[in-house]
């Protein structure tokens, strides 16, 4: 019998502890706050910030939104950045990606101060990680090993095949999985022969945006599969995992919508409320 990992479930239970977390702080007089910044309209960020937003009232956070022109410059948009991460009123700083091509990512991933860094982007947090302390990392790897401990799924020197290689999911997850004693490899648009790699996989964690990558016959018996995948095919929201086709040869697999997904949101805000209390213990 595959189990369907629900996303959603966990999520609401995470919500509930964040807002008891949340009363916490406000009675200790700090009301954890993020300030999201998007450059541009990109349709799907605007949907993303408003899943955000509504989720941080929800839970009492607030949540202060920086809107700038597609045009504005790198510079312009570093000393923003700067008098953010100046600010003791803000907890943490996320701007929405992608930016236009005038303002290079790794720049802005490198000013915001690492204490404020909500996604874990930052070259020093990047690199706690790989040495152990993690505290502050990206969203969808903090949703995932949430997912992975909810369901208490067995990492233990399990072959782990994770898709993708981004600083966002990929490279950071690895991290994670590797200090939890997991047998990492990570395959990327570059890898020759996916299926060789897949079939000897205990768990795969797919992250690449491609409808029906991994389909039954590249898969082992019994295979935990983690779909991070959003893609959109005739109007519906699906993952890279063919999830009608796998779910016969997986032990388990996360549906989509509704099972990455909203965690994402959740740990993102989960994430707000560890940077307030790292910074309330600081001062
Ligand atoms: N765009 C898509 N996913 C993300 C994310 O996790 N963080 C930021 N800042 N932008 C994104």
Redesign the pocket.
């Known amino acids: 019998m595959v189990t369907i990992l629900e996303g959603r479930t966990l999520a609401t239970q995470i919500k509930n502890k964040i807002k008891k977390e949340v009363i916490q702080l406000k009675e200790n007089g700090v009301v954890p706050t993020i300030c999201v910044i998007q450059v541009g309209e990109d349709p799907a960020?605007t949907i993303?910030l408003r899943k955000k937003k509504e989720f941080a009232q929800s839970v009492g956070i607030k949540e202060i939104s920086l809107r700038f022109s597609q045009e504005i410059t790198q510079q312009e948009l570093i000393d923003k950045i700067k008098e953010l991460n100046a600010d003791a009123a803000i907890n943490a700083i996320?701007?929405?990606?992608p930016l236009p091509q005038q303002i290079d990512e790794q720049a802005i991933f490198e000013t915001i101060a690492p204490q404020k860094d909500v996604?874990g982007f930052h070259p020093y947090n990047q690199g706690k990680l790989w040495q152990g302390d993690s505290q502050i990392m990206?969203?969808?790897v903090r949703g995932i090993l949430s997912l992975i401990d909810s369901y208490e799924l067995d990492l233990v020197g399990k072959n782990t095949l994770i898709i993708g290689r981004s600083v966002?999911v990929g490279k950071p997850l690895a991290s994670q999985l590797l200090a939890r004693d997991a047998t990492v490899t990570i395959a990327h648009s570059k890898t020759q022969d996916l299926s060789a790699i897949t079939k000897k996989a205990d768990i795969i964690v797919s992250d690449v945006g491609q409808a029906n990558l991994i389909t039954s016959k590249m898969l082992k018996q019994g295979v935990v599969l983690l779909d991070v995948g959003i893609n959109r095919v005739n109007g519906r929201v699906v993952g890279d995992v063919a999830f009608e086709d796998c779910k016969v040869k997986a032990s388990a697999i996360t549906p989509v919508p509704g099972g990455i997904g909203p965690l994402?949101v959740a740990s993102l805000m989960e994430q707000v409320v560890i940077l307030t209390r790292i910074q309330k213990d600081d001062r």
């Open positions: 960020s993303y996320m701007v929405q990606l996604d990206p969203a969808t966002i994402t």
